[in-house]
Nanobody, 126 residues
Framework: QLQLVESGGGLVQPGGSLRLSCTASGFFLDNYLIGWFRQAPGKEREGVSCISSSDGRTYYATSVKGRFTISRDNAKNTVYLQMNSLKPEDTAVYYC???????????????????WGQGTQVTVSS
């Protein structure tokens, strides 16, 4: 059974940091593009950041550029999202996703995704 499992969410104060992890079971992430998406209450799902399977290309939403960093450790079958300088507007459920036969920009911008994780809550509040 193919699964993506997110972890690392929680409550953090504005200006703080969190690192989200996405671990795969049942398949190897190094064959897939991996992306992080988020959805806040009452808002549409947004592509936050995506990373290619092999050449290191990345995509970031304008709202997180310079604050978030996506990376992958294929040996651990895990992708990370380092989130710094967090703002209350970053509060959302964050989802990990995997895709093939696409590239980072359409994956993030048009949700060209094959598999979704269940999500992890990130709350930024004082």
């Amino acid at each position: 059974q193919l699964q993506l499992v997110e972890s690392g969410g929680g409550l953090v104060q504005p200006g703080g940091s969190l690192r989200l992890s996405c671990t795969a079971s049942g398949f190897f992430l190094d064959n897939y593009l991996i992306g992080w998406f988020r959805q806040a209450p009452g808002k549409e799902r947004e592509g936050v950041s995506c990373i290619s399977s092999s050449d290191g290309r990345t995509y970031y939403a304008t709202s997180v550029k310079g604050r978030f960093t996506i990376s992958r450790d294929n040996a651990k079958n895990t992708v990370y999202l380092q989130m710094n300088s967090l703002k209350p507007e970053d509060t959302a459920v964050y989802y990990c996703a995997a895709a093939s036969f696409t590239t980072v920009q359409p994956m993030c911008a048009r949700y060209e995704v094959d598999y979704w994780g269940q999500g992890t809550q990130v709350t930024v509040s004082s």
